[in-house]
């Protein structure tokens, strides 16, 4: 069930209009392309178009034009993007941390976009040219040029970039997940709704540290979980990978739901594996599938297998599922990567 919906049901209707969602998405773009730019470091941007999956130059420069990308058609910066960015520039907890929450953003802006509106990106691209010329501001929403007239941003992409955050400023920014927080209006209802899932099944602490580079996972340090489910429209369920680590092994698992209250219908097959950050490799050994047959969408049932990575690195749990009883998920092949949890250092 698409988010717009399943929050619909549980009582939130205050959501934003289409020209408000397109305004935050605008935001969002604006400060992942700062966050990109500051990530780089001056590096060039072959960097990124080298190590993202389906990245090119071309794609790398619209990525860091920010807003701009609503009048353009290419792939938007979301979740995966960002956690492939960070394993690229191998980035530290707090700076790796803003980056893929502005990804979790983009992605459940996007969603509630093409909820409301067939064919929104041409219609978000007129509202963004149109905001842009009434304020007089190339590349800025009408957010975004209301907030320039109260902090400095960077005069041009060109330029050298400001300080880096320090560790600690970044601990601090963190903590409470102020990102989401700084959100304004009604819109925070659907990120809070995220938030607490993660909380609930992870930890709050937890959460913050998954994301840790160069660094051992602890033993005991329990599973982290993508946010929110993640629809697979073509089974009928939505889907959220986890990933432990502990006593030497990996515990590869995830959660799954029907979309519809009437449950699942035929037969569904479940997939999890576990996949290398770094190399994007598949274990074909770590490969389970699960049957899945949901009364409701209320029930919620796991798949789950236990395996030892082959190497120290960083991984991910990775998940799909599909109508029919195929050995493989559809996602198998070296292009794609599946809905993915976060990921964990693992040097045992």
């Not at 963004?128 to 109260?150: I, T």
């Not at 946010?227 to 939505?238: L, T």
């Not at 999890?272 to 599938?289: A, F, I, P």
């Not at 991984?315 to 599909?322: C, E, G, L, P, R």
Request: proline share 5%; net charge positive.
């Amino acid at each position: 069930m698409p988010l717009v919906e399943q929050l619909r049901r549980r009582g939130y209707t205050a959501l934003h209009s289409f020209g408000q969602l397109v305004d935050d998405l605008a935001k969002a773009l604006d400060e992942a392309a700062e966050g990109l730019r500051k990530a780089l470091g001056g590096r060039q941007q072959k960097v990124l178009a080298n190590r993202v999956t389906g990245a090119s130059a071309s794609l790398v420069s619209r990525w860091l034009s920010g807003a701009r990308q609503l009048t353009e058609r290419n792939r938007l910066p979301g979740y995966e993007v960002m956690v492939e960015i960070v394993a690229a520039l191998d980035l530290p907890t707090g700076q790796a941390n803003q980056l893929v929450t502005l990804g979790e953003r983009i992605d459940i802006l996007r969603e509630q976009l093409e909820q409301a509106e067939r064919g929104w990106r041409a219609k978000a691209g007129e509202h963004y040219a149109a905001s842009r010329a009434a304020n007089g501001q190339a590349g800025l929403s009408s957010r975004a040029a209301d907030e320039q007239a109260h902090a400095p941003r960077e005069a041009a992409d060109e330029q050298a970039d400001g300080p880096q955050e320090s560790a600690e400023e970044a601990r601090e920014a963190w903590r409470a997940v102020p990102v989401w927080a700084r959100i304004t209006g009604r819109w925070k209802v659907l990120l809070v709704v995220a938030v607490l899932g993660c909380v609930v099944l992870a930890g709050a602490a937890l959460f913050a540290g998954h994301l840790s580079t160069g660094t051992s996972a602890s033993p005991s340090g329990g599973e982290v979980c993508r946010g929110n489910y993640q629809p697979v429209s073509r089974a009928g369920v939505g889907i959220r990978p986890c990933l432990e680590l502990n006593e030497g092994k990996a515990r590869i698992s995830v959660y799954i739901k029907a979309l519809q209250r009437s449950g699942t219908s035929g037969t569904v097959t479940a997939y999890v594996w576990l996949g290398r950050l770094e190399t994007k490799e598949k274990y074909r050994e770590s490969l389970r599938t699960c049957p899945v047959s949901l009364a409701d969408d209320k029930q919620v049932t796991t798949c789950v297998h236990v395996f030892t990575p082959p190497q120290p690195g960083s991984y991910y749990t990775a998940a799909s599922a599909q109508i029919g009883t195929d050995p493989l998920p559809p996602e198998w092949s070296p292009r794609h990567t599946g809905i993915q949890s976060p990921w964990l250092r693992w040097n045992p």
